[in-house]
């Protein structure tokens, strides 16, 4: 063998050249990967017409969960305001106990609305959507502290008129209901303006006073 056949013997077995660069085969294969990987994690642009119907589909769970509670509260209070004013007669009383009972569970986060309200709904990750969580955050302390504890003032009453303490927390509830409504509309207004369009209002009623 010459020595010119042994240099082209020699060139004919060296490895391609991403064998002999491996390690810049697998620095460039990595940098491809996390490309694509910040990439697909950057937020994507929704449309408005997207985001206002998103924005609508939280706002009609929302009231839907409010529903059964919103209802319950202004029963309860209904019927203590008549009891206050003596216009329950006896036959009006016998229910009482147990329309009051189904009241608290209505506002008890052992109720499948208000556990809902509270856990499973998720506004999107808008300037919009950051104010409805606000909302959700305050119309369930709305249902779970103060209209609970309205109705538990009630039920006391029912039996107790007299009870000072029980009138002294009736009233901060009705007091807090009032405040809480005001600071969830409130949200709520806000993620109308950011969205420049018109939600349904939440569905926390003004309450008749309890006396």
Same mark, same amino acid.
């Given at each position: 063998?010459t020595?010119?056949?042994?240099v ?19 620095a ?9 990987t ?22 009609s769970?929302v009231?839907?969960?409010? =529903?059964?509670?919103?209802?319950s509260?202004?029963?309860? %209070?209904g ?13 009006d009383?016998a229910?009482?106990p ?9 506002c ?11 856990? @499973?709904?998720?506004p999107?990750s808008?300037? $919009? ?7 959700i955050?305050? $119309? ?7 209209a609970?504890r ?8 029912? @039996?107790?008129?007299g009870?000072?303490?029980a009138?002294?927390? %009736?009233?901060?509830?009705?007091? =807090? %209901? /009032?405040?809480?409504?005001?600071? /969830?509309? $409130? $949200?709520e207004? /806000? /993620?109308?303006r ?18």
């Open positions: 063998m020595t010119t056949d042994a082209t013997s020699s060139a004919g077995k060296r490895p391609p050249i991403w064998q002999r660069h491996r390690s810049l085969s697998i460039a294969v990595v940098i491809v990967i996390l490309l694509i910040v990439l697909t994690d950057l937020p994507t642009g929704t449309s408005r017409t997207s985001d206002v119907s998103a924005e609508r589909s939280v706002m769970e009231n839907s969960d409010l =529903q059964p509670c919103a209802y509260v202004h029963q309860a %209070l019927i203590w305001a008549l009891a206050a004013t003596h216009q329950l007669s006896a036959a009383r229910p009482t147990g329309l009051l009972s189904d009241d608290q569970s209505a008890s986060l052992t109720n499948e609305s208000t556990y809902d309200l509270a856990s @499973n709904i998720q999107p808008t300037a $919009a959507g950051k104010e409805l969580g606000q909302m955050s305050t $119309a369930t302390l709305w249902m779970t502290s103060d609970l309205a109705i538990e003032a009630v039920q006391t009453l029912m @039996n107790d008129p009870n000072a303490a009138r002294r927390s %009736l009233k901060e509830a009705e007091t =807090q %209901l /009032a405040r809480d409504r005001r600071t /969830a509309l $409130a $949200a207004n /806000a /993620a109308d950011d969205l420049g369009a018109r939600l349904a209002p939440v569905d926390l009623p003004a309450e008749p006073s309890g006396r």
